[in-house]
């Protein structure tokens, strides 16, 4: 086995491929990972969350990262890591066009809203969406994939 470096071509392919991420958040020096859900278009990664812990965390520090990976066995896999800034999509009136679209892009993939509209607590219906929408606009990508044989 051997471990190469993949190019910005092989780690978009990654990211466009899968829909699953872990999101890595940090607030006062205190790092949070948790899985998410995602759609890439462009430069963005967008994603769907119920307020929380994350959400908190990355409104009072945009800069995030995530990893997705491909993992066919102990000796065959690919690692990407995206680091970018975090962005709330506005519910505001007007300026609603990018969460529906966001929307539209998410409904595509089974169980869309899973994790991200999951809580450990049954929370309480309102007449307001608590639904928080966003992106990541991606700065960096890189990435590396484990190959059987040798170099």
């Keep these: ?3 190469k470096e ?3 071509e092989e ?3 990654v990211v ?3 829909d699953l991420a872990r999101l ?3 607030k006062e020096g205190q790092p949070y990972i948790v899985p998410i859900n995602y759609a890439l278009l462009g ?3 967008y994603c ?3 307020p929380g812990q994350k959400i908190d965390w990355m409104r009072s520090n945009p800069k995030v990262a995530l990893q997705i990976g491909e993992f066919a066995s102990n000796r065959q896999w690919k690692s990407v890591v995206v680091r970018g800034r975090y962005r709330e999509l506005a519910q505001t009136e007007g300026r609603c066009d990018e969460r529906i679209h966001a929307w539209s892009l998410l409904e595509k993939r089974p169980n869309w809203w899973e994790p991200g509209g999951l809580t450990p607590v049954p929370r309480e219906i309102s007449g307001a969406s608590a639904h928080v929408f966003f992106c990541v606009e991606i700065d960096e ?3 590396r994939a484990a190959c059987p044989g040798e170099l």
């Design 1 to 3: 086995m051997f471990v």
């Design 6 to 8: 993949m190019s910005r």
């Design 11 to 13: 780690c978009q392919s």
């Design 16 to 18: 466009a491929a899968a």
């Design 24 to 26: 890595a958040c940090c």
């Design 43 to 45: 430069n963005c990664l």
């Design 48 to 50: 769907f969350s119920m």
């Design 141 to 143: 990508m890189t990435g």
